[in-house]
């Protein structure tokens, strides 16, 4: 399969409206997240990507994918460059084909590009995972946290303790009618002399 990866630069972008089509198909249509939520005041801002499919008998691409990265300002890291990952989608029917796996390793190819830019030795990726989604994200080597303020507890992008089943169940809590918990992972990048 042709997938190409599109930076949409900001919500002014044409592209934009492909990005929030995926969005309202996957999140208000197939898991009844609220319009009003979905599409809110961080689109403005945020980082998007859009992931297109081209086959060989089509002359058009087909957005397939998106998400959307931005600054994530927390009093708790401050000095810290800490990003925050959302409104990860991919259509139904091109699940199943790596797509998540694609946009995660662009979220950390876009963090190390910020972390150079900003001058950092690191950063952290931040996001609110589905309940249900939560192994796929442990398997690209991110831990559930408590909070942003327990990003410093990530040793080797791992937390130095992970919870269990009864303590991960007391971290999870409800965002859009659906059940989250909080994962980070952090990136350390080459320092720049």
């Known amino acids: 399969m042709n997938f190409s990866v599109i930076e949409v630069l900001s919500k002014e972008d044409s592209l934009f409206e492909l990005c929030k089509q995926i969005r309202l198909d996957v999140f208000v249509e197939e898991q009844g997240v609220d319009k009003d939520s979905e599409l809110d005041d961080i ?57 998540g796996r694609k946009m995660l390793e662009v979220a950390e190819q876009y963090a190390i590009s910020q972390s150079f830019k900003h001058q950092k030795p690191g950063v952290f990726l931040y996001l609110h995972s589905q309940s249900d989604k939560l192994g796929f994200y442990a398997r690209f080597g991110y831990s559930v946290v408590r909070s942003a303020d327990q990003l410093d507890n990530l040793s080797d992008g791992k937390l130095t303790e992970e919870p269990d089943e009864r303590g991960l169940k007391s971290l999870e809590f409800v965002e859009d009618g659906i059940l989250h918990v909080r994962m980070a992972k952090y990136i350390p990048c080459v320092p720049i002399s």
Not at 62 to 67: D, H, L
Not at 83 to 92: D, F, P, T
């Open 43 to 99: 689109d403005a801002y945020a980082q998007h990507f859009l992931i297109t499919w081209k086959d060989n008998a089509r002359e058009e691409s087909v957005p397939v994918a998106t998400m959307r990265i931005f600054p994530y300002d927390s009093p708790e890291q401050s000095g810290k460059l800490v990003l925050k990952l959302g409104r990860i989608a991919v259509i139904q029917s091109f699940r199943k084909h790596g797509l």
